[in-house]
């Protein structure tokens, strides 16, 4: 069995090269997480143009690809551990770039979509992560973000109870700082100063799932949309276009052609 090294610190990124062969185990350590990615892909739009490209940032194991086929992607990965983009790659992750997210190594606004899943409550400077996905954003792209927030709630639930109850599954332990959990208003403000307005909304597991799951009858308890964001939440927005940008593409539209 894997194990993450008990001499690790809280929220050491090194644990994900450890456990690399969990992504895709479905009992394993990583299962809830492909939960929340079948979410994720439910707020990415089709794409509209050929060629278009998303950027998953932080991917893991890949767990968001099988959510996006036939939305019209090139699934770009970005993410520290080697072995885990080992791991997308082998699940079909497009290319993965071994990257900080804090310092993403992709182009200003080369992405249509930009996804930051269960990954900003990693990082020291949230705000620096938003701005860094907010720059390889094109103007009238999608952000879509997961994550955790800073809240007494989440923190009973995420940490004290899934990394130390005997669950079916378990989360490893050690592998949250709860002073890392974010912000939301935080959150909000920093995707608006890149010129995302984010809507957030909740994850909630659709209770009559847990019996079943607790029972092995169920593989997976599915997440639904709440109104209660205190646990684990979603934002999405689409990136301002910019007022010269517009009045340059209105300019080369040929006469005769929109209102
Ligand atoms: C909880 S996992 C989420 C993975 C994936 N987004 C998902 O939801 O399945 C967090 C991921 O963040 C990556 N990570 C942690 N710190 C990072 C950093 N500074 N830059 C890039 N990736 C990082 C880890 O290697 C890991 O794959």
Same mark, same amino acid.
């Given at each position: 069995m894997t194990t993450v090294s008990s001499t690790r610190i809280p929220n050491d990124p090194r644990q994900y090269d450890e456990l690399a062969?969990? =992504? =895709?185990?479905? %009992? &394993?350590?990583?299962? !809830?997480? !492909?939960? +929340?990615a079948r979410c994720r892909a439910a707020l990415v739009p #089709?794409?509209?143009r050929e060629n278009a490209v998303l950027v998953d940032v932080a991917c893991g194991g890949g767990l968001l690809h099988p959510h996006l086929v036939g939305k019209g992607y090139t699934h770009v990965g970005v993410d520290l551990s080697a072995e885990s983009g080992r791991v997308a790659r082998a699940h079909g992750v497009d290319q993965v770039i071994r990257g900080d997210m804090n310092r993403i190594p992709l182009a200003n606004e080369c992405a249509d979509v $930009? #996804?930051? &899943?269960?990954?900003? %409550?990693? @990082?020291?400077?949230?705000?620096? $992560?938003?701005?860094?996905?907010? *720059?390889?954003?094109?103007? &009238?792209?999608?952000l879509v973000v997961d994550t955790i927030p800073d809240t007494a709630i989440a923190r009973l639930l995420i940490i004290t109870l899934a990394e130390n109850l005997p669950l079916r599954v378990k989360a490893p332990k050690g592998c949250h700082d709860h002073r890392l959990f974010v912000n939301r208003a935080g959150l909000v403000r920093a995707a608006a100063a890149h010129g995302v307005s984010l809507r957030l909304q909740g994850l909630a597991p659709k209770l009559s799932d847990i019996p079943g799951f607790l029972f092995h009858r169920r593989p997976e308890i599915?997440? +639904?949309? !709440?109104r209660n964001t205190s646990?684990?939440?979603?934002? @999405? &927005? $689409?990136? *301002? $276009?910019?007022?010269?940008?517009r009045s340059h593409r209105e300019a080369r539209r040929p006469a005769g052609i929109g209102g």
């Open positions: 062969d969990q =992504w =895709w185990n479905p %009992e &394993g350590t990583f299962a !809830s997480l !492909s939960w +929340i #089709t794409a509209t $930009v #996804t930051a &899943g269960q990954c900003l %409550e990693h @990082v020291t400077d949230p705000a620096r $992560v938003i701005a860094e996905c907010c *720059r390889i954003l094109r103007p &009238g792209g999608t599915r997440l +639904i949309p !709440s646990v684990l939440f979603q934002g @999405v &927005g $689409v990136k *301002r $276009v910019r007022a010269d940008a």
